[in-house]
């Protein structure tokens, strides 16, 4: 468990609100922001180590992918490539409570951490005047699942949202309750028709149920973002034709940092890095610790299952 440590600023929603909310993200803090939906847990998406503090603030036990939020269309395709389908539902539900799942364009600059490693990057549009203010002043897009601690229920007002993160973030923007208070519907484009990956306010009958092995539930994503090289874990030295990713101490060929925080950043792009190498395997050091270095290791133990 994170020590809660930090003083929690909680301030309207207002241009100063918006003003100081800019001011941390820039520093790489994540704040929370009310959207129509719920109160999101957001951070520079470009920014790996802001992103891996969401994590750290949420203290999620996994590493699911993120929904990156932008200002309007024009900036979502700079992100992510739409087909017809796909364009049409856009222009047609945002901004609102719809996220679409799209083939991610890796030169956009989104960190790894965000999408998990994964080739496709959920994206959306909100219509909540607070974060399209925030969305708008800042300029850049912003990674945010719901601002609540792991396991506890969604947070549909500031005080839910201090209720379990005051002492874990330095900013809660207070924009009143949200409307909508269930998360949003989310449906893949990626190519193969549309698929209602989760149900949400928006109900789009041309979208049919992921069923079967089509399901991209976090559950079912876990094997689509495994490396495809042998993954060897609590490694202390490289074997032969392996190259290991140290931390910590152990130096390794890449290495992930000294910290949990610089640890989950790096991973995703590392786990890429040494998949692309010329070596057999890979290895990787031991991650001791609760809390986000529990997270790093359920992420690291999946990607090494025999598959
Ligand atoms: P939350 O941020 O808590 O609203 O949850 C985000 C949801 O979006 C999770 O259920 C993720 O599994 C899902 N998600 C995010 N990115 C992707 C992706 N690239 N492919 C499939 N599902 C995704
Ligand atoms: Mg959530």
Redesign the pocket.
């Known amino acids: 468990m994170v020590a809660p440590s930090l003083p929690t600023e909680i301030i309207p929603a207002n241009a100063a609100g918006i003003d100081r909310a800019c001011t941390i993200l820039a520093q790489g803090a994540p704040v929370a922001v009310p959207t129509e939906t719920v109160y999101g847990l957001a951070a520079d998406a470009t920014d790996a180590l802001a992103v891996a503090r969401i994590y750290k603030a949420k203290g999620r036990p996994d590493f ?4 990156t939020h932008v200002f309007d269309l024009e900036a979502a395709e700079k992100l992510a490539v739409f087909n017809d389908e796909a364009r049409e539902l856009a222009e047609m539900y945002w901004p609102g409570p719809l ?1 679409l ?1 799209l083939p991610r364009r890796e030169e956009a600059g989104i960190a790894d951490v965000v ?1 998990a490693g ?1 080739p ?3 994206i959306r549009v909100p219509a909540h005047p607070v974060m399209r203010a925030l969305l708008h002043r800042y300029g850049k897009p912003l990674a945010a ?2 601002a609540n601690a792991s396991g506890r229920i969604s947070p549909t007002q500031a005080a839910h949202v201090a209720a379990s993160l005051a002492g874990r973030i330095r900013l809660i923007l207070d924009g009143g309750p949200c409307e909508q208070g269930i ?1 949003s519907t ?1 449906i ?1 484009a990626t190519g193969d028709g549309l698929r209602l ?2 149900r949400g306010p928006i109900h789009v009958p041309e979208a049919a149920e992921a069923k079967g092995d089509k399901i ?3 559950g079912q ?1 876990l094997s689509h973002y495994a490396p495809q090289k042998r993954l060897r874990l609590d490694a202390t030295e490289a074997g032969k034709n392996e190259l290991l990713i140290g931390y910590g101490e152990i130096e390794g060929d890449l290495h992930l940092g000294d910290d949990p925080v610089t640890a989950a950043a790096r991973l995703f792009s590392l786990l890429h890095e040494a998949d692309a190498s010329e070596a057999a395997g890979i290895a990787v050091a031991p991650i001791p610790g609760e809390g986000l270095p529990a997270a790093i290791r359920d992420r690291l133990k999946r990607a090494a299952a025999p598959r």
């Open positions: 699911n992918p993120l929904i996220t799942v999408t994964l496709t990057i959920a699942p719901s998360e989310i893949a990956l989760r991209e539930a976090p994503l």
